[in-house]
């Protein structure tokens, strides 16, 4: 293709306002396109040179442009600074100013590509010279909007405002008739991150060609993405598995990580490489992965060995860094939580359950401190999954991420999909808020309690009809000093019925009634429908609001129960959260 072609068509791309108009440019572009030229108008398009993983980048500074531009234009580096601040950009002052004009034959876009290929190689003494001789040539033979395509291109600032899967859409339109089959070429191109592969596959091989496209190391899939919802009791409806894995959700960095034998690629969820990043990484999946060659999915997490306690994300990131990268992995080592695997032996994983990727994954490492596979609980049950959530939290973890464990869980690349939903400790911002709630009973206490109480029975005040509504049975949260306490400060407060101002349902009746005297800070992680507390009571559908999983925080005696959290402040609560 000549670089004309490329070049016009940029200029258009860049005039063009609609999603629409811009995929017909490009499919007329990408249409005309020769098999050896198809990928290169790909990747220009996207203002690259290769793809993204490879991290081949020309990126060359203002300084090795201006002095390239003033070479082909036979004028000085400070006249070309002058111009490009005039018109606020290098490639703009390279069109402007007369160069040689173009060669007797015209540029081709391959041209370009290995001029520039060449720039972005270009390493050691001399280089400087050689990058600012290869880009004066390439101007030299070049029209003014070609100019100013090459200027972008080797500067990395072509910009055309096409996306990937805009590309991908003008690739099924020109070779499949219509955008709307672009589906095949968005799966290839999500497992091989590779939209110059896919499109030169499509033009010599048609679509069976790119169906046939597999994963492959060294080169990243993208990586599956997590949904999330208003509420965690949407979790088991939203994943419609009787199973669900509720693994930790580690607050680190997304590796995707890559064994050919004692060869490890480490990749970002950017796809980039952060192989020299984590040495410690690296030599984990040497020493621990026993397959021959592996992809692993996973997170690198910085985990203190001392204290036991997972260190945060931002002192993780003091590891993306250049320079004493083995002296910072000393002081701050990475662990890598494995949490599936997308290719084993030859063989992708991808289109196996999660329950079989996760036994292969089992199978494949042998764990020690600083690898391995991502701690879990599998039930079917919210009450568990709660829990186990609960737990996460205390233990300095952000959260959890649930997984479908149903037979077509497989690993969908690049896609965010209810297979996979997260939960986080700041998505119950509400509830960071304690309640204020006046105690109306109590329960006996069993095994270690007993003698004491096991759990008071909360309510909130409802200021309308002057009683005192349920919200919840709070057993946790009490420290042993708060047990001992709990006899002594309700003892001779027990009445033999149940009290006029409190409403409670038979389910919710406590071993023991109080008139409300005490009030008690209590922290929930949600307020949901309950058909057994009463605050808020809707007596049509017989549903009121609870508080689930509550915990003791203090004791509010500073506080009358009339003037607890009130009932309209728990629906509000409940209402908020839910988005109504
Ligand atoms: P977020 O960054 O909040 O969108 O959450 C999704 C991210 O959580 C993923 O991209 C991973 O980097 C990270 N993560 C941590 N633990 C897990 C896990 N067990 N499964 C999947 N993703 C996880």
Not at 48 to 76: E, F, H, K, N
């Amino acid at each position: 293709m000549k670089f004309a072609t490329f070049a016009a068509c940029s200029e258009e791309l860049g005039a063009t306002s609609s999603r629409n108009d811009m995929t017909t440019l490009l499919a007329r572009l990408l249409a005309t396109a020769a098999p050896d030229d198809i990928a290169v108008v790909c990747y220009f398009t996207l203002g690259d040179i290769a793809p993204g993983y490879s991290g081949v980048t020309t990126g060359i500074g203002d300084r090795t442009v201006a002095a390239a531009i003033a070479l082909a234009a036979g004028t000085t580096p400070l006249s070309v600074e002058a111009a490009a601040r005039e018109t606020g950009d290098y490639g703009d002052a390279a069109a402007r100013l007369a160069g040689a004009g173009p060669a007797a034959e015209p540029l081709t876009v391959a041209a370009v590509h290995r001029g520039l290929m060449d720039i972005a190689r270009a390493a050691g003494p001399g280089s400087a010279e050689r990058e600012v001789e290869t880009l004066a040539a390439l101007l030299s033979a070049a029209t003014p909007p070609e100019r100013r395509s090459i200027v972008r291109l080797a500067t990395g600032k072509m910009r055309l405002g096409a996306g990937d899967m805009t590309l991908l859409d003008a690739l099924a339109e020109a070779y499949l008739g219509s955008k709307d089959a672009r589906a095949p070429l968005e799966h290839a191109y999500n497992i091989s991150s590779d939209i110059g592969l896919v499109a030169r596959t499509l033009k010599s091989g048609g679509l069976p060609a790119v169906e046939a496209i597999s994963v492959t190391l060294h080169r990243p899939v993208r990586p599956m993405l997590t949904q999330r919802v208003a509420r965690l009791s949407e979790i088991p409806e939203r994943i419609g598995s009787p199973a669900i894995a509720v693994e930790e959700k580690y607050d680190g960095e997304r590796v995707q990580a890559h064994k050919d034998g004692d060869d490890v690629t480490l990749f970002s969820r950017r796809l980039t490489d952060v192989t020299h990043q984590y040495p410690d990484i690296v030599r984990s999946v040497q020493e621990h992965v026993t397959a021959g060659t592996v992809i692993l999915d996973g997170e690198a997490v910085a985990f203190d060995h001392e204290t036991k306690t997972y260190r945060p994300f931002q002192t993780l990131m003091r590891r993306r860094r250049k320079h004493r990268v083995g002296e910072v992995a000393r002081e701050i080592p990475a662990t890598y939580r494995a949490f599936d695997l997308l290719y084993m032996d030859g063989a992708s994983y991808l289109r196996r359950s999660y329950p079989d990727r996760r036994a292969a994954l089992e199978a494949v490492l042998s764990p020690d401190e600083n690898i391995s596979p991502a701690d879990r609980i599998v039930t079917g049950d919210l009450n568990a999954i709660t829990g186990f959530y609960i737990a996460c939290i205390e233990r300095g973890l952000e959260g959890i991420v649930c997984k479908s464990c149903a037979d077509d869980s497989f690993y969908r690349a690049g896609a965010r999909e209810w297979q996979w939903i997260k939960w986080k400790s700041d998505y119950a911002p509400d509830l960071a808020d304690t309640l204020d709630l006046a105690v109306v009973g109590a329960n006996a206490g069993r095994g270690k309690r007993a003698g004491t109480f096991g759990s008071i029975l909360c309510a909130a005040y409802n200021p309308e009809e002057d009683i005192f509504q349920t919200v919840c049975a709070v057993g946790t949260g009490f420290t042993d000093a708060d047990l001992a306490d709990l006899s002594r400060r309700f003892a001779g407060a027990t009445v033999d019925r149940q009290p006029a101002r409190v409403m409670a349902t038979p389910q919710a009746a406590p071993d023991f009634w109080f008139v409300p005297a005490d009030v008690a800070e209590v922290r929930g992680l949600e307020i949901t429908e309950s058909p057994v507390h009463t605050c808020n009571w809707d007596p049509e559908r017989r549903r009121g609001l609870a508080l689930r999983f509550p915990r003791f925080v203090r004791w509010r005696d500073d506080r009358s129960p009339e003037a607890a959290t009130t009932t309209a402040e728990v629906a509000a609560m409940f209402r908020r959260r839910r988005g109504v």
